[in-house]
């Protein structure tokens, strides 16, 4: 019983003291409710507050400013006013810095008379010097001239020569006539008989002679014609500016000039983009070039052929002759090379009229033609089944001794006539490699060689000759950013550059003239094709193409470098092919 008493107390006293943590909880309620009710109050009493604030805090702003301006004002006069003091006294320190420089600048011009007698002594000795050299330079330009005037005069000579054998020929079958009807009289002209036999065979040494001296004059004229090459170099570099198209835009193209057209036609300028330096002055760098020859825009191809034909003269003679054109996608090298009145199709019809004036003076030429491109590094018959491009093998094979070159498997054509050139130009065009780039929609992606080979022999004198004319159209020169190829023209436009940079270190190590030093020919199939066309046994001739347009600027200083580089370049003298 005493437990469930507890019990009922302790329920009791747990009742009670709920009921108290009850009335507790409800007073901590209102309190809470009170205390809420005035946390709002303060609120809306601190944002008026502060809203009163910062109304104070940008009207004081103000004020500060305005105050802030006033004493900038005052302090920017007061700068004035020092720099002015300071100006004043540098000027006076500048006086008389420029004083004693006066003095110094004196003592160094008594102290340094003695040296400036001794330069104006050396200085004199250079100008003889200089006299001197140019006194040789005048001399050697009159021996050309002398030679070229003894070239025309052989030339009239012959001409001469001929006439006159022609005129002997005649005057013997007169006498011959002559002979047969006095050998029928009697005896009693027996006398005239004797006189006409002598003048029979005065006339019959006189042909004979005149003959030999025809010869003679061909090979004397032969000779001082390869000295006129030679003296001209035996590596050239020609340089043609494109016209530009009626669909460039007239502000499209680049500023090009030509300060010597009036004259030598030898250098071209070409001017850079405006570029402002940190100064904000704006300024324009020239770029000069000069070479063997420039062509402006407005020249035709036959103006080009008049200044290459020498050369190809230089092939019917027994040389090898490489032409070949340089320069970016778009520049015009296919058609200076392959147009209708372009430098193949030129350099045959002159080679067929050539052969046939020398027929009267006992040659006679046979004539093959061969059309192969490298492209991927591989080489390709332009002349052969459309089918077979890229499936057959090619070889190229070396005889070191004859310094001749055959390529294995390839279709060579006999040319019969300067018409069967057009043909061949077709059907090599529609098998090349062609492709679009972001240079040009029609980009040629390989290097196409034409080799024109040239027998010739005197059934006269027994002579021989043996040239090879090669005339290259290269792939475009652009770098990999200029073209943004990618895939497969990646691969050819790496190709592309890997072989006209191993084209630059051919020429770089012909040019050192070093007997038996190493030229890496086998570095590239279009350097190991062109090896006894680029040697020292070579006459050699580059035309970099450049194209008119700003956009292109980049890439026509790039090409113009390289053709500086192979204008700096001396391969040798050219041997002739020939045999007796």
């Known amino acids: 019983m005493s437990k469930v008493a507890e019990l009922d107390s302790m329920n009791s006293q747990l009742a009670n003291s709920n009921q108290a943590l009850l009335s507790d909880l409800n007073a901590t309620k209102a309190d809470l409710t009170a205390s809420s009710v005035a946390l709002e109050d303060s609120k809306r009493y601190y944002n008026i507050r502060l809203d009163d604030l910062e109304r104070q805090h940008k009207r004081d702003l103000e004020d500060s400013q305005r105050q802030a301006k006033v004493e900038v004002g005052e302090l920017e006069r007061q700068h004035e006013m020092e720099c002015e003091d300071l100006r004043k006294r540098l000027d006076a320190g500048l006086e008389e810095a420029k004083m004693r420089h006066q003095e110094e600048l004196q003592a160094v011009s008594s102290a340094g008379a003695k040296s400036q007698e001794e330069t104006e002594t050396e200085l004199a000795q250079l100008r003889k010097n200089i006299e001197g050299i140019e006194e040789e330079l005048r001399q050697t330009k009159v021996d050309i001239s002398c030679e070229r005037n003894s070239s025309s005069d052989l030339r009239i000579k012959l001409s001469e020569a001929a006439s006159h054998t022609i005129g002997l020929e005649s005057s013997i079958r007169s006498l011959r006539a002559h002979v047969e009807f006095l050998e029928s009289d009697n005896k009693s002209q027996s006398h005239a008989f004797s006189d006409l036999d002598n003048r029979l065979q005065n006339a019959i040494r006189a042909a004979e002679e005149a003959k030999e001296k025809l010869r003679t004059e061909e090979t004397l004229r032969r000779k001082l014609h390869n000295q006129v090459q030679e003296l001209k170099g035996n590596i050239r570099v020609f340089c043609r500016v494109r016209p530009s198209l009626e669909s460039d835009p007239a502000d499209a193209v680049a500023r090009i000039n030509y300060p010597d057209s009036g004259t030598d036609f030898k250098e071209v300028e070409v001017l850079g983009p405006e570029e402002k330096n940190s100064l904000g002055k704006i300024s324009t760098k ?237 570095n590239s199939k279009l350097t190991y094709l062109l090896q006894f066309s680029l040697g020292g046994n070579s006459k050699t001739l580059m035309f970099v193409m ?20 192979v204008h700096n370049t001396h391969i040798g003298t050219a041997k002739r092919q020939a045999k007796v």
């Not at 093998?393 to 498997?409: A, F, G, L, P, V």
């Not at 780039?437 to 000759?465: D, P, Q, W, Y």
């Not at 450049?546 to 580089?565: C, D, G, N, R, V």
């Open 546 to 565: 450049i194209s008119p347009l700003q956009a292109h600027l980049s890439e026509t200083l790039t090409s113009l470098k390289f053709a500086t580089k």
């Open 286 to 522: 020239t770029n000069a070039f000069t070479f063997d020859r420039v062509f402006s825009p407005t020249s035709v191809n036959a103006d080009v052929f008049g200044e290459i034909n020498q050369l190809v003269q230089s092939a019917l003679d027994g040389y090898n002759v490489c032409i070949f054109c340089y320069g970016q996608t778009g520049s015009g090298k296919t058609f200076t090379m392959s147009a209708e009145d372009g430098m193949i199709p030129r350099a045959v019809k002159q080679i067929y009229g050539t052969a046939k004036t020398l027929e009267e003076k006992g040659w006679k030429y046979t004539m093959e033609g061969s059309f192969v491109e490298v492209y991927n590094e591989n080489l390709n018959d332009l002349l052969g089944k459309p089918d077979e491009i890229d499936k057959k093998k090619h070889e190229i094979r070396h005889d070191m001794q004859k310094c001749k070159t055959t390529i294995t498997d390839i279709v060579t054509v006999q040319l019969d006539s300067p018409d069967t050139v057009e043909s061949i130009l077709q059907r090599a065009a529609s098998n090349r490699s062609v492709a679009a780039t972001k240079a040009n929609e029609r980009s040629s992606r390989s290097h196409s060689v034409f080799i024109l080979k040239l027998m010739g022999e005197n059934s006269t004198t027994g002579e021989k000759s043996e040239g090879t004319l090669n005339l290259v159209d290269l792939a475009g020169s652009e770098r990999l950013s200029q073209s943004q190829a990618t895939g497969e023209r990646l691969k050819e436009t790496q190709s592309i550059n890997k072989s006209l940079s191993c084209l630059g270190d051919v020429i770089g190590a012909l040019g050192q003239g070093k007997d038996g030093g190493h030229v890496p020919y086998r």
